[in-house]
């Protein structure tokens, strides 16, 4: 198959690097994609910045590709309270918790004419869910927050467990891909590992882990398609 692997920074996209044989092949704007060949794969690995504009650009450069699947690793905050640093969120589905067109009578977090939820197909779904077991992790499969905010507010991460219910955490880019994957027609899943609690003390949190959850991310990431025909 051909999969495109996306990842926000360059902390997160490390465990890729050290993994697979990365050729770069394209630098376009603030996008950087590398090719390479992994069990029987095609894969594009894109790096795509912070934040849903940055990842849109990056997603929409990736599916003029024609990727089968896109798939967007990296680190979050968590939103429920049983996630801890570490821990992988399997994004049954991804939503942004910044958009509001309510005044038209949409959901909130719905882009206007957009779906409000960006469902990733089941078979991706249960795919990871096998994968992760391979591996010493641990993984939820769960709604994944997206917006161009970096949590660190105790406050604001009850607010966004009481009124998206059943998100396991928040992170800036997941939906903007999913967002424009649905707009391509391409299959999307997203994959979070959890770097921070994202309250009063997550950037100082994050600096300290958001390698290891971007490695965690890949590390099932790269489970999967081990087992992917
Ligand atoms: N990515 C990692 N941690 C995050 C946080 N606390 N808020 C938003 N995005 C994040």
Known sequence: MKVAIICPMEEEIGYYKEHL???TSEVVGPTEIWTASYEGHDLIVARCGIGKVNAA???TLVAQR???????????????????IGDIIIGEATMYHDADARAFGY???????????????????QGFLDAYHETELTATPGLILTGDQFIADVDKVSSLYQ????????EMEGAAVAQV????????IVIR???DTAQ???????DEFVVTAGQNAAKVTLSYLKHLN
Do not use: H, W
Request: proline share 7%; with cysteine.
């Open 193 to 195: 590992a959890i770097s």
């Open 107 to 125: 959901e909130l977090g719905q882009v206007p004419t957009m779906p409000a939820r960006y469902k990733a197909p089941e078979n991706l779904i």
């Open 57 to 59: 650009i990056a997603t």
């Open 181 to 188: 994957a649905n707009q391509f027609g391409i299959d999307c």
């Open 21 to 23: 044989g990365l050729t």
């Open 200 to 206: 009063q003390d997550a950037n100082v949190i994050f």
């Open 66 to 84: 024609q990727p089968d699947l896109i798939i967007n690793t990296g680190s979050a905050g968590a939103v429920s309270p049983d996630r801890q």
């Open 163 to 170: 009124t998206f219910r059943g998100a396991q955490c928040a």
